[in-house]
């Protein structure tokens, strides 16, 4: 195989006018002279050499995408397992609902399908206990929140993005399993603290994994295929739940064996980020990964090729993830306006998957009507983030998203329900629609916080609006519960969540087609000289 040829060199004053230039286009610097022969950056390299988006990029992306569907079981399975099983009159075989059985006595009723059901159904979680129910999920969520925080500085500083993941897949394993054993709702509680906790390292990783190594046009694509398997998962859970109905500690089993497999069998194929190396100063182990990923979509890196460090004048210290990022005005500002947007995204996202009990529909239909509705936001996001704006397309899907949790509020009026007979089939529409909304609009920043922060943060910023998604999914449960009583309340908070969370993203920077920036230093520099020729 013929090797690439090498650009053209140039002498030092034109590297002068070069450097310019193309800061002016938010790149980073294009070409250095080196005594091996001449430097590219990471982007330049994937562009001119290994190409956009081929196939090893394309069986990385997938490889480490697959995690996602442990996100999901993690994350979507107290749906069932945290469920209100339904009631009977012993006397009669009568259904009896809600409040109504806190006036009867033990001896008069029982659990349709049994004691082992639900946790709600094990442990008679109802009448003053009724609450105890949201306790679990909140826990999780708040679990996710301190997690992310913590696995976004391990993947930026120590252990790195494929390392991190592989730790994050394992105590995933472990808490899950152990929490079907739990003897009782306090221990159950601590084990989903610490379930969310644990696996909250495995979606920020797979995202950085799968676009940090594909080019520019291409990243937002490739950053939805954590999302298609994401989904897969959730359509899953509603069979699975089924064929599990009669044990919810079984249903905790199965699903806890999954990433086991995942992190021995799958994950050493995969390749850990060459701009994570890079700016941690292991520039051989970096051009490897670049190399191998050439020769697998059928081309050579030349040999004289060697990579731009990111950091100049290094003391022996590199970078960490922290790069004075508090310190740095700029991020400090975008980190917090992405996590207002994060709030109120995770709150509704979460909160109308688990409100599906409060719809006057089979809880299993509903869930599976929800997990369909996630397939064409994968696909509609994927198309649209290739030819429209980030900021557009996130907030016109929160704002739909809104909308629809408002008209679900109007449905579910007595009034209504009894003036229309088709108002519960017309509510589960407008609320898969508004789902379909807030799936895209979640998926879309995910990717937008990946495009908005340099590699030296980026895991940590995307933990950062992780933890934001969480602490906004951790207060979902809470108003599910409320809605026990009002769902029309919980669907009008939801829609005004949303709307504002559309708003907020107005103050962020346009990141589609722009560079993927190796420093915060390096990304104010080339963003300040953007705005300068903007505003001259």
């Known amino acids: 195989m013929k090797p690439s040829e090498p650009p053209k060199l140039v002498d030092a004053s034109s590297n002068i006018s070069n450097d310019s230039s193309a800061s002016e286009k938010g790149e980073a610097t294009s070409q250095q002279q080196s005594s091996n022969g001449y430097a590219l950056t990471v982007d330049e390299v994937i562009e001119q050499h290994i190409g956009a988006l081929g196939f090893a990029q394309i069986v990385h ?18 749906i069932f397992s945290d469920a209100k099983p339904a009631a009977r009159l012993l006397a009669t075989g009568t259904i009896v609902e809600g409040s109504m059985l806190c006036d009867l006595s033990t001896g008069e009723w029982d659990w349709v399908g049994g004691k082992s059901d639900t946790i ?68 159950y509680a601590f084990l989903r603290f610490a379930n969310g906790f644990f696996r909250s390292g495995i979606g920020s990783c797979c995202i950085v994994l799968a676009t940090e190594v594909v080019g520019k046009k291409w990243r937002g694509q490739v950053g939805q295929y954590g999302f298609f398997f ?52 292991r520039n051989k182990e970096a051009l490897v990964v670049l190399k191998k990923l050439a020769r697998r979509n059928g081309k050579q890196l030349p040999a004289v090729l060697s990579l731009v460090d990111p950091i100049q004048g290094r003391d022996g210290q590199t970078s960490s993830s922290s790069e004075n990022f508090w310190r740095t005005k700029w991020a400090v500002k975008r980190i917090v306006m992405v996590m207002m947007a994060g709030f109120g995204t995770g709150f509704v996202y979460y909160g109308i998957q688990l409100n ?18 996630e397939f064409p936001a994968v ?5 649209l983030l290739g030819v429209v704006n980030r900021r557009p397309l996130f907030s016109s899907s929160s704002y739909l998203a809104g909308i629809c949790c408002l008209l679900c509020a109007v449905l579910s009026l007595h009034r209504v329900t009894r003036a229309l007979p088709v108002s519960k089939w017309l509510q589960l529409a407008v609320e898969a629609v508004g789902f379909m909304a807030s799936s895209t609009a979640y998926d879309v920043l995910y990717v937008y916080g990946v495009e908005l922060f340099p590699t030296n943060v980026r895991n940590f910023a995307v933990s950062l609006l992780r933890q934001a998604f969480m602490l906004g999914a951790s207060a979902a449960p809470l108003l599910v519960a409320l809605g026990r009583e009002s769902s029309m309340m919980s669907f009008i908070v939801f829609g005004v969540a949303s709307v504002l969370s559309g708003v907020v993203s107005l103050w962020l920077r346009e990141t589609r087609n722009a560079p993927l920036y190796e420093t915060l230093t390096q990304q104010g520099k080339a963003e300040e000289m953007v705005n300068e020729t903007e505003h001259s």
């Open 230 to 281: 994401f989904t897969l998962e959730f359509l899953s859970l509603p069979l699975m739940g089924y064929l599990e109905r009669k044990s919810w500690r079984n249903l905790y089993r199965i699903t806890s064996l999954l990433p086991l497999v995942y992190a021995v069998f799958l994950l050493p194929f995969a390749y850990e980020s060459p701009r994570w190396l890079l700016v941690k100063g």
């Open 120 to 187: 709600v159904s094990e442990w008679n979680l109802i009448c003053q206990h009724k609450f105890l129910v949201a306790l679990p999920s909140t826990l999780f969520f708040i679990g996710s929140l301190f997690g992310s925080g913590v696995y976004g500085y391990l993947a930026d500083s120590w252990f790195g993005r494929k390392r991190t993941l592989l730790i994050s897949c394992l105590l995933t394993f472990v808490t899950a399993l152990a929490i079907s054993f739990s003897p009782n709702i306090w221990v």
């Open 61 to 78: 992306a997938l490889l480490v995408s697959i995690a996602w569907t442990f996100d999901a079981q993690s994350t979507l399975i107290s």
């Open 356 to 373: 599906a009990e409060n719809l006057n529909f089979n809880l299993y239909l509903t869930v599976a009507v929800n997990a369909l509705m």
């Open 379 to 383: 696909f509609i996001g994927s198309f």
